[in-house]
């Protein structure tokens, strides 16, 4: 069996693909597959016991030729430059393919944030924000959450940038507290919208949304809203997970129940009363309709694609099929959509919240969420016009749609020099 492959090796062959369809030059394909701007930077925390510790910290911007740069940071332990790279290039696309107006950026810091005191997040947090500080700012680059980070760590974020420029500046990160300038309706955003992208597919398919048994890996700011809303919404929920492993249940459980006793301080999903322990290779392989992987990349690959049984993947995460396992689901007919179409309500409603920092000037959730839909429901209709039209997988055609506005800009603009 081959390496699974990574993040970065994953983004570069879809891309390669998207620029062989697209038919676009070789300069044009090396320019798109290039990061504009990396910066690595140091950062040294002091230990709530005083002791003196360095990480690693990055801020990856992929392309700017259609806005500023946009994107996640995360906490992680296994986050490097290469993971980063690949992130930022799928927000690239991603961006490009809901047509907002910004280009790709993700940033991280290799650090496993459940190891470290709230006070000591705090400082890595600040100490970040003030290293990459020159490259990022609302008509810059807007950070945002991602794996491992919060509204918390928004909020300091945005203080550290504020103090350090002397006033304050809320457009400089996305998924703040409403309290500071965060917009109604981005915290469940992202997964409002993989519901969005499930019912879509799902009535394109011609299936009930509301008949379909649904497993969801990750049980996070994505997976656990994800799965909530899919409930509400009458699928049956039959197992979740988190990095500890995974619950099960066949006849159904309440998301929203087991998110309360979460934030309440329930360390992990596994051994929830009524549900039997799974691990979460076993969760990804269940006789499900609906698999939404919410956790982390290349979770779905070569050496497991095969034994997928659920009809329908919808990636609440970046980056969790490989290409290899594309070409296996897509033999065996499963319809995935992809990451950037699937989870782009994020961006969608982080783009709406730096909109309205601009302005000064607030929406409604209820306005939040119907633009929201709007912008899902239009993208996915494209997206899946242009596969039948091309005889291509969702993928292929999202990010053709995503990539062909990149080059067009590029193209538009002109090479500087
Ligand atoms: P999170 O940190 O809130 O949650 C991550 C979840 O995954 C947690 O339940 C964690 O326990 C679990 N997890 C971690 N390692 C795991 C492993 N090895 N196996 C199984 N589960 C594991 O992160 P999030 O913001 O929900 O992000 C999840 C995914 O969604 C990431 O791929 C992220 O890039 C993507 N995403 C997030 C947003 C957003 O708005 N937060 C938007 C678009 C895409």
């Known amino acids: ?32 597959a290039t990061p504009r701007r990396e910066m690595t930077v140091s950062i040294p925390l002091r230990r709530d016991d005083g002791n003196v510790e360095v990480l690693r910290g990055y801020r990856v911007q992929h392309n700017l030729s259609r806005g500023p740069a946009k994107g996640g940071i995360r906490y992680h332990p296994s986050t490097d430059i290469d ?11 991603k961006c490009s393919l809901i047509g907002i107006p910004y280009g790709g950026a993700k940033g991280g810091v290799t650090i496993d944030p459940r190891l470290y005191s709230r006070t000591e997040l705090e400082r890595v947090t600040r100490r970040y924000a003030s290293e990459i500080g020159p490259i990022i700012g609302p008509e810059k680059d807007i950070p945002a959450p991602d794996v491992g980070t919060d509204e918390q760590t928004m909020a300091w974020f945005m203080d550290t940038y504020s103090v350090n420029r002397g006033y304050t500046v809320t457009g400089v990160v996305t998924g703040k507290p409403v309290s500071i300038g965060g917009s109604e309706g981005r915290a469940g955003a992202t997964s409002r919208g993989v519901m969005i992208a499930a019912f879509a597919a799902l009535r394109e398919a011609g299936a009930n949304p509301r008949d379909v048994s649904v497993a969801v890996q ?7 809203l994800a799965a909530q809303y899919l409930h509400d919404a009458g699928c049956k929920v039959v197992a979740v997970s988190d990095v500890k492993g995974g619950a099960y249940n066949a006849m159904g459980m309440n998301p929203a129940k087991m998110l309360r006793e979460m934030r309440a301080g329930m360390e992990s999903v596994v051994g929830y009363p009524g549900t039997d322990a799974i691990t979460n290779e076993e969760l990804l392989e269940l006789d499900v309709d609906v698999l939404v992987p919410a956790a982390l990349e290349s979770v779905i690959h070569d050496g497991n694609a095969d034994r997928i049984k659920a009809r329908f993947i919808v990636e609440g995460a970046n980056g969790p099929t490989t290409p290899d396992a594309d070409a296996v689901l897509e033999s065996n007919g499963v319809v ?21 920092d601009l302005q000064a000037y607030w929406w409604s959730e209820h306005e939040v969420t119907d633009r929201l839909r709007g912008i899902l429901e239009s993208s996915y209709a494209e997206v899946s016009a242009l596969a039948v039209e091309r005889g291509v ?10 990539v062909g506005r990149v080059a067009e800009a590029h193209r538009t603009r002109g090479l500087y020099p």
């Not at 993971?83 to 696309?93: F, S």
């Open 393 to 402: 997988s969702l993928r292929t055609a999202a990010q053709m749609i995503g």
């Open 83 to 93: 993971e980063v790279r690949a992130l930022a290039m799928w927000m690239t696309w």
């Open 218 to 224: 990750g049980f996070g700011k994505v997976g656990g």
């Open 1 to 32: 069996m081959a390496a699974r492959q990574s993040a970065w090796e994953s983004a570069q062959i879809q891309l390669a693909e998207a620029v062989r369809h697209l038919g676009l030059d070789d300069g044009t394909h090396q320019l798109l």
């Open 336 to 356: 995935v959509v992809p990451d950037i179409l699937a989870n782009s309500g994020g961006v969608a409603v982080s783009y709406f919240e730096w909109v309205q």
